[in-house]
């Protein structure tokens, strides 16, 4: 399956039942737009180092046991104004 064109839903499930990994899956995003965007250029802000952190500080706490939900806060300019809560649903 390539990732990159997979549901949410189905990703959820994969990271879910520990098939693929956040970092997996991100990487396989930033490879697409590394890919594409310089054809398109549709993504005006591409931050792949910040992205592979926060994916792989997800996948620390999924062996930890700890569901994480992640909210996001976006500006409607400017990526200096975005934001970011996470919320611990829970263990186990």
């Given at each position: 399956?390539d990732?990159?064109?997979a549901?949410?839903k189905?990703l959820?499930?994969l990271i ?6 956040a970092t997996?899956?991100?990487?396989a995003f930033?490879?697409?737009v ?8 549709a993504i005006?802000t ?7 952190k926060?994916?792989?500080?997800l ?5 930890l046991?700890r569901?994480?939900v992640l909210?996001?806060q976006?500006?409607?300019r400017?990526?200096?104004a975005?934001g970011?809560?996470e919320?611990l649903v829970?263990?186990?």
């Open positions: 399956m990732l990159c064109f549901s949410a189905q959820a499930r879910r039942t520990r098939k693929v990994s997996e899956v991100m990487r930033i490879a697409q590394e890919r594409v965007n310089p054809k398109v250029n005006v591409f931050l792949p180092e910040q992205a592979l926060e994916a792989k500080a996948d620390e706490q999924r062996v046991g569901h994480v909210v996001d976006r500006a409607e400017g990526a200096d975005l970011r809560d919320v829970g263990d186990g």
